[in-house]
């Protein structure tokens, strides 16, 4: 096996948690401590168990940001305290217009989050080191930009708890941000979890600006927050509804894409629409629509197919498969976000418990695709449903290490292996643990980890499982190969942690 990565580690089994499992002087509880930890008097402030950590992330130099974290974890700092303020740090410091950018520092937290918990134990800190180092780079970034602060929330201005969710429905339809901010502020106060995210849930849908970044922000946020605890949820949604406004200079108050369409047809789907049978033949349907139809064509089709009986499910797998096919003709940011997008629509689907959100959520992934195709001008030839088998020299674990031996060659054969492999029998799973440890070791950048979940998360959802494969195949079109070099920040976290722990 090519590449500096060992083939023992690279098949390591993963070790499950959410603790720092038992490196020895890591895994204590207790908050770290810090003295007159000041703020701005315009600035958000923290609760005060988390506000110095929050602030000695905020003052750390970057050079010095991997070595003081582990100083505080060894010194009684939890992992979920050092997720907590790393997360609210970027609340705090990075602006959300656009969403995207340097805001991928925010954006990237869970997704690293995630990858963390499911990697072997003595590596479980890696992608939090390198989130830390991401942000101290946007921070900066943010500073020569005009240094950003989210403000402190205008108390005098709060809605009254019975009227907040109205007073935020209001303020988001007229694109009102000073209203929206203290509106969603009085919801996170006095109304629960799932009740405030259910009308945030509707504007995060609504707009394509910023190439699909909104829902994949509120997406984010929410699962963040299921990690740290709701009761940092204020600071966390008011940056959010912040940035679903975003107009990015636009004069015009109004939603970019078909989202006005599709609350037509969403009343037009039959009641029960939620159920139905599955069909891999609408699935290529659907597919066939996407590839050449518009937004208002593709979504029609969907309409009809639902119409008749298809079950959600079947749709939903033309969806990940023809965001796939579009990275497979042009991979590339465009493309790679075609796919976050449309697992954040998806994740809207299936976390929403209001029917409209849900059908909006399916009908807007359908009607986003047609525009990042016709951006990104996809290539002739056959689609992702319809790979060609490649002959695999070895089985099992070996066959994984052929596949990632082939991305530095031909990103192409890669994928059509990993089809084959899985169409074979092959356990997916064993692809995405071979996909994270590269993103662990060679992950340069924060699309590196928000792909490498979101593509590991649509291929287990997939609702027929013969997609499995195609869905995985994909993934080859961005994944780090053997051959892609180790990120120097990664092995200078590696290097701290055995530092520490000797």
């Not at 500096?4 to 890591?26: C, E, T, V, W, Y």
């Not at 699909?212 to 984010?220: D, E, L, N, T, V």
């Not at 493309?335 to 299936?350: K, P, R």
């Amino acid at each position: 096996m090519h590449g500096s990565l060992p083939r023992r580690d690279f098949l390591r089994s993963s070790a499950l948690g959410l603790g720092l499992g038992s490196i020895p002087g890591l895994w204590n509880v207790t908050p770290a401590g810090a003295d007159d930890m000041k703020v701005g008097p315009d600035a958000a402030r923290f609760r005060p168990e988390i506000e110095p950590v929050v602030r000695w992330i905020e003052e750390t130099p970057r050079d010095k940001a991997i070595e003081t974290a582990l100083t505080h974890l060894k010194h009684g700092l939890s992992y979920r305290d050092l997720l907590t303020g790393l997360f609210l740090a970027g609340i705090r410091n990075i602006k959300p217009r656009p969403v995207g950018f340097k805001f991928h520092a925010v954006l990237v937290i869970n997704s690293a989050h995630l990858l963390g918990q499911s990697a072997a134990v003595d590596e479980r800190l890696l992608p939090l080191f390198w989130a830390l180092d991401n942000f101290k780079d946007s921070q900066a970034q943010d500073v020569k930009e005009g240094d950003w602060t989210l403000h402190g929330v205008d108390v005098a201005h709060l809605p009254k708890p019975h009227a907040a969710r109205a007073a935020y429905v209001r303020a988001m339809e007229g694109w009102d941000s000073d209203a929206a901010d203290t509106a969603v502020a009085s919801l996170a106060r006095s109304a629960g979890a799932a009740e405030t995210m259910e009308v945030v849930w509707r504007y995060a849908v609504r707009d394509h600006r910023d190439i699909g970044h909104k829902p994949i922000f509120a997406m984010q946020c929410w699962r963040t927050l299921q990690a740290i605890g709701w009761q940092h949820a204020e600071p966390v949604l008011r940056s959010l509804t912040y940035g679903l406004l975003d107009l990015q200079g636009d004069q015009r108050p109004a939603a970019v894409g078909p989202y006005e369409a599709n609350l037509v047809n969403a009343s037009k789907l039959r009641d029960d629409w939620s159920i139905g049978r599955d069909d891999p033949g609408a699935t290529r349907a659907l597919l066939a629509a996407l590839r050449s139809a518009d937004a208002e064509g593709a979504a029609a089709q969907a309409l009809r197919l639902i119409n008749e009986g298809v079950a959600p499910g079947s749709l939903w797998d033309a969806v990940i498969l023809y965001a796939g096919e579009l990275l497979s003709k042009n991979p590339g940011i465009l493309a790679l976000h075609a796919v976050t997008a449309s697992n954040a629509l998806h994740f809207i689907y299936n976390a929403s418990g209001d029917d409209t959100t849900r059908k909006l959520a399916l009908l807007q992934a359908v009607g986003w695709l047609p525009a990042y195709r016709d951006r990104i001008k996809p290539s002739a030839g056959g689609g992702i449903d319809a790979l060609e088998p490649a002959e695999l020299a070895s089985k099992g674990n070996d066959a994984i290490v052929e596949i990632f031996d082939a991305i530095g060659k031909d990103r192409g054969l890669a994928a059509r292996k990993t089809a084959t492999f899985i169409r074979n029998g092959g356990d997916p799973a064993l692809v995405f643990a071979a996909a994270r440890r590269m993103i662990l070791h060679k992950g340069r950048d924060a699309h590196d980890y928000k792909f490498g979940v979101a593509s590991w998360e649509e291929c287990t959802l997939a609702n027929d499982p013969q997609w499995r494969g195609a869905i995985a195949a994909a993934s080859m079109y961005l994944a780090p190969g053997t051959s892609t070099p180790d990120s120097p920040l990664m092995n200078r976290a590696r290097a701290a942690v055995a530092e520490v722990l000797k």
